[in-house]
């Protein structure tokens, strides 16, 4: 595990589709000797200009990965095989062409299952397209790099753990807090001392000639900012032992996810790679779930510098949307200043009167928390220039710490805009989630600290200045139950109510949901802070009219279930009478709105309250299983189904697999499901409801990568799902 690189990412993702990273810069051409011959017009550090097929939307772009995913596989052989029968479908297989040549054969095929079974030549060479769009050819696999990185580019090396490649690293105490020291074998000041001999940043005389004395068959250099390391005098030192630039983007995450997947190729840590890819992922899907329907309903400006407020192009513009914001910024620069002190007025009109606005800052990497006594000065000093505006006034400012990860600052923001949805702590939680998957730091915890801060006049703390309930008064029959929700002003960060009932024999109240005890009126309370709403709550004896079932027949196979609602008319009535009864238990049982299905037979189920009821007629037959089918798991990549479903290491949470049996009416008495590696991944439970079993399963090994397989089986019928674990650390 790494033990030295600076964890934080600043960067930011696009979405092709809800799995689709747009990943359109690093390409790479695997050559050998006798792997297909083709003439490589050879630059500088390996640089040639052999043109680079388009392959605009996959992660490898890696002459040989024909699927474009992250490493070579048994699937592109398949895609290869593919293309050489059907020459035509080159054009939308680009990366079958192992040999770039422009025809796919068998050379390319013998190449690429030799990268699959590791038994490539020893001289094997691959052709990467850099930032610069430079086609340099370096060694395969590579063990020695120097590195040069930022905060960005140190991330990157830290989800794939670079420790043993990295022979040199460039780089500056500029955005290091004390936990990214921790993470540093290398010394703190600039030389040799180190595990790691470090040079500094700024590529100085002295740093050119500490760097003559290492060798290594690569120099990966952060794009932006690599000053001197990509002068004329490092690059006659490349050039004396041979090694080879590559120049890499990794300020925005389709450049930074492409940069991990492509290196990742390189030294061969894909699966490092696509452990990161996953967690990325599974964030953006988590958010976009649980908001449902009000994702891209909060409307958001970010803010990155002291005062620059991001326009269209911004990758932190990109990065409010992905986290399920409206960002309603409309010019299409990538920043735009804003300085009261200047005259500036026009963040004050009504049409940028966001609900949030998200300022990015590092704070010079001087504190991870943005609530730290030493820069609070700071804090103050870039806020004055929104004090003004309708997002600072109604506590809907927020500074966010721009060194922690892209996982965790998408989650971080998904929090503040959505917090009824995805649950007060997600941005920690996910946080922790990537400190645990990529660094050796057992003891730290992200709940501790305060990356993400509301600002209000100088505080972190915005009060709850009101809070409205849904109703301010309700009718309620005995028994029958409501559900209060309520508001608060945006930005507040005192969120907990505190509800009360005056009158508990009459209604009680446990987190907004009132239930009526007996006839008489109670007063129901809600308390945040200082702010109070009150709802006055009558309960009578409120005759119903009428209950209807959902459903008038329903058919079962034996063991099967079935679903069974009610409507009652009107709907507070009182339903202290209210049952739900089976005219024959051992044929058909009900309980809790599903009735099970005991054995072969026909019986009635009624629904009474009151004087009123409905009726359901249950018939339970002999029908054999014809089918059982999974198709959560399958996703189409480059016309290739995936059929599997990603279980990350960690043991924290249960996960549900949902399968359909056909017909829905069948039996299923002998309903079995298995997994084919317990130890890895166990069974926690299963059970079937309207033709569907769902399957609850927990990952009990957390480092072990493996294809786990989950079969379900009735009768002569069976499924198998697929659990890809990827290895935590």
């Known amino acids: 595990m790494p033990k030295f690189i600076n964890y934080w990412m600043y960067c930011q993702l696009d979405i092709m589709s809800s799995k689709s990273l747009i990943i359109a810069v690093v390409a790479i051409v695997v050559v050998a000797a006798g792997a297909g011959a083709f003439v490589v017009l050879s630059n500088n550090n390996g640089s040639s200009n052999e043109k680079a097929a388009d392959v605009a939307g996959s992660y490898g772009l890696v002459y040989g990965n024909a699927d474009g995913d992250t490493k070579f596989s048994d699937a592109d052989l398949n895609i290869i095989k593919k293309v050489m029968d059907t020459p035509s479908l080159l054009k939308d297989y680009p990366l079958a062409d192992a040999d770039n040549n422009g025809t796919v054969e068998q050379a390319d095929y013998d190449f690429v299952k030799s990268l699959v079974d590791g038994t490539q030549p020893a001289d094997a060479t691959v052709k990467v397209i850099d930032a610069l769009?430079?086609?340099?050819?370096?060694?395969?696999?590579?063990?020695?790099?120097?590195?040069?990185?930022?905060?960005?580019?140190?991330?990157?090396?830290?989800?794939?753990?670079?420790?043993d490649n990295i022979v040199c690293l460039a780089t500056?105490?500029?955005?290091?807090?004390?936990?990214?020291?921790?993470?540093?074998?290398?010394?703190?000041?600039?030389?040799?001392?180190?595990?790691?001999?470090?040079?500094?940043?700024?590529?100085?005389?002295?740093?050119?000639?500490?760097?003559s004395k290492t060798t290594f068959q690569a120099a990966i250099l952060e794009e932006s900012g690599m000053g001197g390391y990509n002068g004329d005098a490092a690059r006659s030192f490349y050039d004396s032992i041979g090694a080879k630039v590559l120049q890499f983007n990794f300020d925005s995450a389709t450049t930074s996810l492409q940069s991990v997947a492509t290196i990742g190729i390189l030294?061969?840590?894909?699966?490092?790679?696509?452990?990161?890819?996953?967690?990325?992922?599974?964030?953006?899907?988590?958010?976009?779930?649980?908001?449902?329907?009000?994702?891209?309903?909060?409307?958001?400006?970010?803010?990155?510098?002291?005062?620059?407020?991001?326009?269209?192009?911004?990758?932190?513009?990109?990065?409010?949307?992905?986290?399920?914001?409206?960002?309603?910024?409309?010019?299409?620069?990538?920043?735009?200043?804003?300085?009261?002190?200047?005259?500036?007025?026009?963040?004050?009109?009504?049409?940028?009167?966001?609900?949030?606005?998200?300022?990015?800052?590092?704070?010079?990497?001087?504190?991870?928390?943005?609530?730290?006594?030493?820069?609070?000065?700071?804090?103050?000093?870039?806020?004055?220039?929104?004090?003004?505006?309708?997002?600072?006034?109604?506590?809907?400012?927020?500074?966010?710490?721009?060194?922690?990860?892209?996982?965790?600052?998408?989650?971080?923001?998904?929090?503040?805009?959505?917090?009824?949805?995805?649950?007060?702590?997600?941005?920690?939680?996910?946080?922790?989630?990537?400190?645990?998957?990529?660094?050796?730091?057992k003891d730290w915890k992200a709940a501790d600290h305060t990356v993400m801060w509301s600002f209000k006049e100088g505080s972190g703390y915005v009060p709850a200045k009101s809070v409205t309930l849904s109703e301010e008064s309700?009718?309620?029959?005995?028994?029958?139950?409501?559900?209060?929700?309520?508001?608060?002003?945006?930005?507040?960060?005192?969120?907990?109510?505190?509800?009360?009932?005056?009158?508990?024999?009459?209604?009680?109240v446990s987190l907004g949901k009132i239930t009526a005890l007996a006839a008489g009126i109670a007063t129901i309370t809600i308390s945040i802070g200082d702010a109070t709403d009150t709802c006055t709550v009558t309960v009578q004896d409120v005759k119903a009219t009428e209950i209807q079932l959902s459903k008038d027949t329903v058919s079962l196979g034996k063991d099967g279930k079935a679903t069974l609602t009610y409507t009652i008319t009107p709907s507070n009535a009182s339903i202290d009478?209210?049952?739900?009864?089976?005219?024959?238990?051992?044929?058909?049982?009900?309980?809790?709105?599903?009735?099970?299905?005991?054995?072969?037979?026909?019986?009635?189920?009624?629904?009474?309250?009151?004087?009123?009821?409905?009726?359901?007629?249950?018939?339970?037959?002999?029908?054999?299983?014809?089918?059982?089918?999974?198709?959560?798991?399958q996703t189409v990549s480059k016309g290739v189904v995936q059929d599997y479903k990603t279980m990350r290491g960690t043991s924290s949470y249960d996960y549900e697999f949902v399968f359909t049996v056909a017909p829905e009416a069948a039996n299923i008495d002998d309903l079995a499901v298995t997994s084919s590696n317990d130890s890895i991944v166990k069974v926690v439970s299963f059970d079937e409801c309207d033709g569907k079993v769902t399957v609850v399963l927990k990952r009990v090994d957390d480092t072990t990568a493996e294809v786990v397989n989950i079969t379900v089986s009735a009768g002569d019928q069976s499924c198998i799902a697929k659990c890809k674990c990827n290895g935590a650390k």
């Open 577 to 633: 009478s209210f049952s739900l009864t089976s005219s024959d238990d051992s044929i058909v049982a009900v309980g809790d709105g599903v009735v099970i299905a005991k054995a072969i037979g026909i019986a009635t189920i009624t629904a009474s309250v009151g004087d009123v009821s409905d009726t359901c007629v249950v018939t339970v037959s002999d029908k054999a299983v014809t089918g059982i089918t999974w198709t959560e798991g």
């Open 133 to 163: 769009k430079n086609v340099v050819t370096v060694p395969f696999p590579l063990k020695s790099i120097f590195f040069f990185g930022q905060v960005n580019g140190r991330t990157v090396a830290n989800v794939l753990d670079l420790q």
């Open 172 to 211: 500056n105490d500029t955005y290091l807090n004390d936990i990214d020291k921790e993470l540093m074998s290398v010394t703190n000041a600039d030389g040799f001392s180190g595990k790691i001999p470090r040079l500094t940043s700024n590529a100085t005389e002295q740093d050119i000639s500490d760097l």
């Open 474 to 508: 309700l009718t309620l029959g005995l028994s029958n139950s409501a559900q209060l929700t309520y508001t608060i002003n945006d930005g507040a960060t005192d969120t907990t109510p505190i509800w009360t009932s005056d009158n508990t024999s009459v209604a009680t």
């Open 267 to 441: 030294v061969q840590k894909s699966d490092k790679a696509a452990n990161y890819i996953d967690l990325v992922e599974d964030v953006t899907d988590t958010i976009k779930n649980k908001t449902g329907s009000k994702f891209g309903t909060a409307t958001v400006l970010s803010v990155v510098m002291s005062n620059s407020v991001s326009g269209t192009p911004s990758d932190y513009y990109a990065a409010t949307v992905l986290a399920g914001g409206k960002n309603i910024a409309d010019w299409t620069t990538s920043t735009k200043k804003f300085n009261p002190s200047n005259g500036d007025t026009w963040l004050y009109e009504s049409k940028y009167n966001a609900n949030y606005m998200i300022h990015f800052k590092s704070m010079g990497g001087h504190s991870l928390d943005m609530d730290a006594e030493t820069i609070k000065d700071n804090l103050k000093e870039y806020s004055a220039y929104f004090s003004e505006t309708t997002m600072f006034k109604n506590g809907g400012y927020y500074l966010l710490n721009g060194l922690i990860p892209l996982p965790a600052r998408l989650a971080y923001m998904a929090e503040v805009m959505y917090t009824d949805s995805v649950g007060k702590g997600y941005g920690a939680t996910v946080f922790q989630d990537f400190v645990d998957s990529f660094t050796d730091l």
